[in-house]
Each structure stands twice: as C-alpha cells, then as structure tokens.
C-alpha cells in the first residue's frame, strides 16, 4: 500500500505533501462543483474530467491524493435526485483516484474526504449515523486513511473524526482557523488535540489564511505536546476564498514561504484556499531541493 510506503515522512524527512484548493482547482478549469450534488453530477456524467483533476494533482507530485467523497453522502445527491447512487458514486469518485495514483512513478495514497462543507444534518444523532454510514462506504471503496473535516463545528468535527475511525484506517482532523490563529470553532488547542486523539485521530491539519498563523499553531502544538502529526493547508492569500484561484498571488512565492512550515514542525503541507496545482508543484520543487532524497521504503 502507497501510504504505508510513506507513513514514516509522519515523523522525519520531507514533509507529506497533500493537494491544493479542489473547487479551485476545476473552477479554473471552467466547471463549478461549489453547489450540493454538483459533484455527484460531473462523476456520472463526466468522469473523464474526473480522472484529469486526479492526474494533473499527481503530475505536481502530491503524495496524498484526496479523492473527491465529501458530497457524494445521500444527502448531497439528494439536491439532485441521486440519492440512492450514493454508494455507486463514492466508489467511482475512489477508483479514477487510485487509477491516477497507480500510474505515477512513486507512491500516491488515496485519502477519502468525511464531512460536507454544503451540506449536513440538523440533528446531532442523525448527523452521526450518516458520517458513520459515509465513513464506511468511503473505506469499502479502497481509500487508505480518512480526512475528517467539521464545517467549523466542533460537533461535527468530532462526530466525523469518531466516524471515520471506526474505520479501522488513519485519520487526519481537519480544522479552520481564523485570524490569529484562533480554532473557529473556539476552545484551547491543547483541550482539542487531547479530544480528538481519543475520537481516534492520528494527525491535524491547520487550515489557515496566513504563514505566520501556521507557524504560532505549530509552536502551540509542540508547546502542549501533542502526540498528533502536525499539518498545515495554507490558503493562496490572506483573501482568498476556497473555491476560487486566486488570481493576485503568486505559486512561487507562496511555495518559498511555506517552506518555512517544514523548519516549523509541519509534517503535512497542502494547498488551502484559493490554490491550485501550481502551489503543490512550486511546493514540491522547493522540498525536493531541500529533502533531495528520500529513501525507499522496503
């Protein structure tokens, strides 16, 4: 399996690096996924745009490839009358990325993405045994780890880190983090880290707007001594809004300064809002010729 391949960058060596903004990135393209059902739409009917999203993050040399599962829940695909395709349309969203992710000349692991940012339940009961419900197709598809995502709703971000351990397979907690570095969802990072270990996490990604936000969230993490791999997905600008590239900033310089993650103590990297491919590729110029080689794992 690819992630066990790589699961030691968790610790030492070249940052894991993950994939960028993935709304921007078909927006930039010309097609728009930022509405329910809108995913489950382009994987019936275009799948081939699909599978070229999958391969254009893997030729920028991403080593964890998120495939796209977060709206393919029977209540995203109920928007447009596709709800009992649930199960179909997870599966397909996994296959065309491990079909990517087989092709490239290392190793790509396929993540499966828990938590919709468009749509969820209203009651905390039902939102559970439908994360839970998703969780498990995500994994029956052949994903190798769960990124678990919260709306920045600690209740969700919980219920979907619990879902998705159930599992059985690695799963990173995505969190939002506002200006300053403050949790959107508020509470102390030492009170969360400790909460999400025991729901079953193994690693946390920062989203943030800022490089100095990343690296105060860093330094908090080794302060409270947090046995959760630390990462970060940094957005393209301090205004940028996911789902739409941004046209200001530029790859490469975000890429130079994001490389200060790495000295930072950030195990994972990644495109936030507002980035595209570019930002993963200038990224993985800048590790590579700081990590020049990294050895084969037997």
Do not use: N
């Not at 699961?7 to 709304?23: C, E, I, K, N, Y």
């Not at 990124?147 to 995505?174: C, F, I, N, Y």
């Not at 490469?252 to 790495?262: H, I, N, S």
């Amino acid at each position: 399996m690819s992630f066990d391949r790589v699961r030691s960058r968790l610790t030492s060596g070249r940052p894991l690096v993950t994939d960028a903004d993935t709304p921007a990135c078909f927006r930039a393209r010309g097609a728009a996924i930022d509405s329910p059902g809108a995913v489950g739409q382009l994987l019936r009917s275009r799948p081939d745009a699909v599978l070229e999203h999958y391969r254009a993050e893997v030729r920028s040399r991403v080593t964890i490839l998120t495939a796209l599962t977060a709206d393919t829940t029977p209540r995203a695909l109920a928007e447009v009358g596709m709800e009992h395709r649930s199960a179909l349309l997870t599966g397909i969203a996994v296959e065309l990325a491990l079909e990517a992710a087989h092709a490239a000349d290392r190793p790509v692991a396929v993540a499966g993405v828990l938590g919709s940012e468009m749509v969820a339940a209203l009651q905390p009961k039902r939102m559970s045994e439908e994360l839970s419900e998703h969780a498990q197709r995500i994994a029956a598809a052949g994903v190798e780890l769960i990124l678990a995502r919260g709306q920045g709703s600690r209740l969700e971000l919980m219920a979907a880190v619990a879902a998705a351990a159930e599992t059985e397979l690695p799963t990173w907690a995505s969190v939002e983090c506002l200006p300053g570095g403050v949790l959107a969802h508020g509470g102390r990072l030492s009170e969360l880290c400790a909460d999400l270990i025991e729901a079953g996490a193994s690693a946390l990604l920062f989203e943030v707007s800022s490089i100095d936000d990343a690296l105060l969230l860093l330094q908090q993490c080794r302060d409270v001594g947090s046995a959760l791999a630390p990462g970060v997905l940094l957005s393209a600008g301090p205004d940028s809004v996911r789902g739409f590239p941004s046209a200001e900033a530029d790859p490469v310089r975000w890429a130079a300064r994001a490389l200060e993650l790495d000295s930072g103590g950030a195990r994972i990297i990644g495109g936030g809002a507002g980035s595209t491919e570019d930002y993963t590729r200038a990224l993985m110029e800048e590790l590579t010729a700081l990590h020049p080689s990294i050895p084969a794992s037997r």
